[in-house]
């Protein structure tokens, strides 16, 4: 028997959140490479010479920056994103006019996971701008954009409150939303078709593949996210992060600016940290989501 749906919300809720976890600490120093390779494309040689470099600099501590507002990003996201993957599913049964138990397609799934996007956007937009801010003040004190301060979560969102007001929390919210809509169209479509395929290859039910073709599943659906809407997300950091100096444009002109003044290139730095990320990041949110989920709704069937 299917759960109510309010206990369906709170499992999904619950699994998405341990699923958020897990992708942090698996990608976190990959993540802060990213970012900073993204604001800063001429500063570093490359992936291996950023990470190296932040290391001389500040020490491990420092490709760890902006673990706390990541962990809040993640957990808060991908609880949300989940929980409305869970509600979307649902409605496109029921325009489709399908029953409650009714199995979609991977093409209606993705499309759910599309539009679920939108709603974790909100919520992921405030925490995702503390953690860029915090990941990239070293480079930011360092080219004399900013006056050196304390490099602590609380003094980031005391210093947004302060210049920027409550909505200051949401600079690249516009460019957040352009991003994750057809970015998790790829990403629950990859992710999905990948399961079915693992499936129908190993002859057993889609719950039942085992361990690694999930990571390799959620790896794939990443990789697949990150190469559709990569340069949307760099954008969307140097916003957020250039937004500390004053009103910055936004998502046309800046994307704008980029590609005219240092080239297309540049709307792809950082791209080979995201992508030696998304397989343990991705392969460890949607191994977290499933297995919690798997038991969470065991113990409410028992």
């Known amino acids: 028997m299917a759960p109510h749906p309010v206990v369906q919300a709170i499992i999904d809720l619950s699994a998405g959140a341990i699923g958020g976890a897990a992708c942090v600490f698996s990608g976190q120093p990959l993540d802060t490479a990213k970012v900073k390779m993204q604001t800063f494309p001429t500063m570093y040689r490359g992936f291996i010479h950023c ?16 673990t706390t507002p990541a962990l809040m990003a993640n957990i808060a996201e991908n609880s949300v994103l989940f929980m409305s993957y869970g509600f979307c599913q649902q409605v496109i049964r029921f325009t489709a006019g399908l029953p409650s138990e009714a199995v979609l397609s991977d093409t209606q799934k993705a499309c759910a996971g599309s539009v679920a996007s939108i709603f974790s956007s909100l919520v992921l937009c405030p925490t995702e701008l503390v953690k860029c801010r915090l990941q990239a003040m070293y480079e930011m004190e360092a080219s004399g954009k900013i006056a050196k301060s304390d490099n602590t979560m609380w003094s980031v969102v005391k210093s947004i409150m302060r210049n920027e007001g409550p909505q200051g929390f949401f600079q690249g919210l516009t460019t957040t939303i352009a991003r994750e809509v057809p970015g998790y169209f790829c990403f629950f479509g990859a992710y999905e078709l990948c399961r079915s395929t693992f499936a129908d290859y190993m002859k057993c039910d889609r719950d039942d593949i085992g361990v690694a073709p999930i990571v390799f599943s959620g790896g794939f659906g990443g990789a697949c996210l990150w190469l559709v809407v990569y340069p949307f997300d760099c954008v969307k950091s140097r916003i957020q992060v250039m937004s500390m100096t004053g009103k910055q444009a936004g998502f ?7 590609a005219r003044t240092e080239g297309t290139r540049a709307l792809y730095s950082g791209l080979t940290p995201t992508m030696v990320r998304t397989f343990p990041a991705n392969g460890a949110l949607f191994l977290g989501y499933e297995a919690s989920r798997k038991l969470m709704m065991k113990q409410y069937d028992n």
């Open 252 to 258: 046309f002109k800046t994307f704008m600016t980029i």
């Open 51 to 66: 990470v190296s470099s932040t290391y001389k600099q500040v020490g491990l501590r420092g490709l760890y920056q902006g």
